[in-house]
């Protein structure tokens, strides 16, 4: 129950960062506005999925939301993203992306717990 509950933490900080981001000013952006606010969304739902539902899907989930939302945000820093060039500064920024990071290896110790001993996570 403990991985899970830091798995649903990480995945709810870096929806919390996005929320926060997408309040602050982002909410303007073409593009990257409605992804914010889907990836609250999301972010919320996964975090409930997986403190309630013992299955191998919101471990998943959670690695995929960790690795697409990491993902996009080092494109955004290195050629840009929907017309966005983001740097690596700021609270929020490293908020994120730690959140992200651990959100990673989280849902990777989460399937392989459930892989090693042949249950659910």
Not at 1 to 13: C, N, Q
Not at 22 to 47: K, Q, S
Not at 62 to 91: D, I, K, N, P, Y
């Amino acid at each position: 129950m403990v991985l899970r509950a830091l798995a649903a933490v990480a995945v709810l900080v870096s929806a919390a960062m996005h929320l926060y981001l997408w309040v602050e000013g982002y909410r303007d952006l073409e593009v990257i506005g409605p992804a914010f606010l889907l990836n609250a969304v999301g972010g919320a739902v996964i975090a409930v999925l997986v403190l309630v539902w013992r299955h191998w899907l919101p471990a998943l989930l959670t690695l995929g939301f960790g690795a697409s939302t990491l993902g996009a945000f080092v494109v955004s820093t290195t050629v840009g993203l929907f017309g966005v060039q983001e740097q690596w500064r700021g609270w929020e920024v490293w908020t994120a992306a730690i959140s992200e990071a651990a959100a990673i290896v989280l849902g990777l110790a989460l399937l392989a717990r459930s892989a090693g001993s042949g249950r659910q996570p």
